[in-house]
C-alpha cells in the first residue's frame, strides 16, 4: 500500500491546523462554548477544522471527511479523512501544552494513516500501516514491560468511565505501579506511549475521532492498541480503548480488568 501521497497530505493538514491554533494558545480573549455533551470548544477547535476541510475538499473530494466540529461527509472512494482539530480543549483552555491535533485516514474503515501533532511544542508523531513511527523525523520504539506491577498507567480522567468501566480500571490500576499512575493528558500520552515513557492506557468512552489516528502511531512504534476485550480497533468499535507499548502484557491488563 503506497500512501506517499496521503503522508504529504497528512503533514499539510497538520501544518494548516497549526497555523490556526498556534496565535490563539493562551491568549487572554479565548472563550468556549458548551457543545451538547457538555464538552468545551473554541473558536481555535473550528478555525483549525474549517482549514483542514478545505485542503481536503479542493484535493479529494471523492473522500469521506469526519470531523469532531462538523460531523461526516461521505465520500464514494472507501477512504475516510478523520479529524479532531484540538484533542484536549480543556488543555489548551487551561494553557497546557499536551492537547493535540489528531488525523486519520481510514481504508474500509480501518486505520492506516495517523498524526499526533501538538503544535505549541512542534512536536509530531505519524505512523503508517507497515511502516516505523516518526517523531519529528526520526523513527520511535516504545519500551519493553516484563512485569505488569512495574507498569506505568494513564487515562485522561477517572470522570470519563461509568461505574463499572471505573471497576474495571481500578482493577488494573491496583496490579500497575499505581504510585506513578498518569492523569491527563488526552492523545499525548499516546504519543509519550509510542516514544516509550508510558507503559499501558486505559480509557472509555472515546469517538472515532479520538482514537482513529492513535493506531498507527502506537502500533508503529512496536506497541498494540485494542478495545476491552482485546479486539482491533476500526470504526464501529465501542470507545473503550487500550494501548500497551509492549503486547506482551495484553494478556495481563485483559486478566487483570476482568478481576481474574
Not at 26 to 36: G, L, N, V, Y
Not at 159 to 176: N, P, R, V
Amino acid at each position: 500500500m503506497n500512501l506517499s501521497a496521503d503522508i504529504a497530505l497528512a503533514h499539510r493538514l497538520a501544518d494548516a491546523a497549526r497555523a490556526e491554533i498556534t496565535p490563539l494558545f493562551r491568549c487572554a480573549d479565548i472563550t468556549s462554548e458548551a457543545k451538547d455533551d457538555a464538552s468545551p470548544v473554541t473558536i481555535a477547535d473550528r478555525n483549525a477544522e474549517e482549514a483542514m476541510r478545505r485542503i481536503l475538499k479542493a484535493e479529494l473530494p471523492q473522500d469521506g471527511v469526519h470531523g469532531e466540529e462538523f460531523g461526516v461527509e461521505v465520500g464514494r472512494s472507501g477512504r475516510q479523512w478523520v479529524l479532531d482539530p484540538i484533542d484536549g480543549t480543556t488543555a489548551f483552555l487551561a494553557g497546557r501544552p499536551i492537547f493535540g491535533t489528531l488525523i486519520a485516514l481510514l481504508i474500509e474503515g480501518f486505520p492506516v494513516l495517523g498524526i499526533i501533532d501538538q503544535p505549541i511544542l512542534g512536536e509530531r508523531w505519524l505512523g503508517v500501516t507497515g511502516e516505523a513511527t516518526i517523531f519529528n523525523g526520526e523513527p520511535i520504539q516504545t519500551r519493553r514491560c516484563r512485569e505488569l506491577s512495574k507498569a506505568m498507567l494513564a487515562t485522561t480522567g477517572p470522570q470519563y468511565f461509568t461505574d463499572a468501566q471505573g471497576e474495571q480500571f481500578m482493577l488494573l490500576a491496583s496490579k500497575t505501579d499505581h504510585k506513578r499512575m498518569v492523569m491527563g493528558g488526552d492523545c499525548y500520552n499516546y504519543g509519550c506511549l509510542a516514544s516509550g515513557q508510558i507503559d499501558v492506557i486505559a480509557e472509555a468512552g472515546l469517538k472515532l475521532h479520538d482514537y482513529a489516528a492513535l493506531v498507527p502511531v502506537v502500533e508503529g512504534a512496536g506497541g498494540t492498541m485494542c478495545d476491552w476485550q482485546g479486539e482491533p480497533l476500526h470504526a464501529g468499535s465501542s470507545g473503550e480503548v487500550l494501548a500497551m507499548g509492549d503486547p506482551a502484557r495484553l494478556e495481563d491488563v485483559l486478566e487483570a480488568m476482568s478481576g481474574s
